[in-house]
């Protein structure tokens, strides 16, 4: 069975799971055995697209030292997706966080924000 398909509908499911299981529609722009990217319903920038792993994780505060692989490849995956969108000039990623850092969708994932200046400190 492939990762894919074991992912369990549990208390923790979210609309990213049933994104990643086909069960609600996104528009996917990268795909691999342990993540999906896909872009951003609700645009904070020009370019703003999702990657975000199969794995359930809800926050980064929930990860674990069993996640360590994981998290190297969801960042390697970022710099993919950003590369495959041509944001050759940079761009920004962002890890909301619970509460506080604005998490609003308990699955982790990481923002990418391009094609326009990023500003700092962020709101
Ligand atoms: P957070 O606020 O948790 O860091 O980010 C959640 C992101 O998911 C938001 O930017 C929001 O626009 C996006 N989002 C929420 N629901 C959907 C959806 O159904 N489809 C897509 N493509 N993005 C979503």
């Known amino acids: 069975m492939s990762s894919f398909a074991a ?3 549990t208390m923790s499911d979210t609309i990213f799971s049933k994104i990643i299981r086909r069960e609600i529609p996104a528009d ?3 795909e691999d055995e342990q993540a999906i990217a896909i872009k951003d319903i ?3 920038a020009p370019t703003h ?3 975000i792993p199969k794995k359930p994780i809800p926050r980064l505060s929930e990860a674990t030292e069993s996640d360590r ?5 969801l960042l ?3 710099q993919r997706v950003a590369e495959q969108a041509g944001l050759s ?3 920004r990623v962002v890890i909301n966080n619970g509460a506080d850092g604005g998490q609003t969708v308990d699955h982790i994932h990481f923002h990418i924000l391009g ?3 990023m500003k700092w400190p962020p709101g």
């Open 89 to 91: 000039n940079g761009y």
């Open 42 to 44: 609700n645009p904070q």
């Open 69 to 73: 692989d994981l998290l190297g490849h």
């Open 76 to 78: 390697l995956t970022v």
């Open 7 to 9: 992912i369990n509908k």
């Open 49 to 51: 697209i999702l990657v």
């Open 28 to 30: 996917i722009v990268y």
């Open 115 to 117: 094609d326009r200046q």
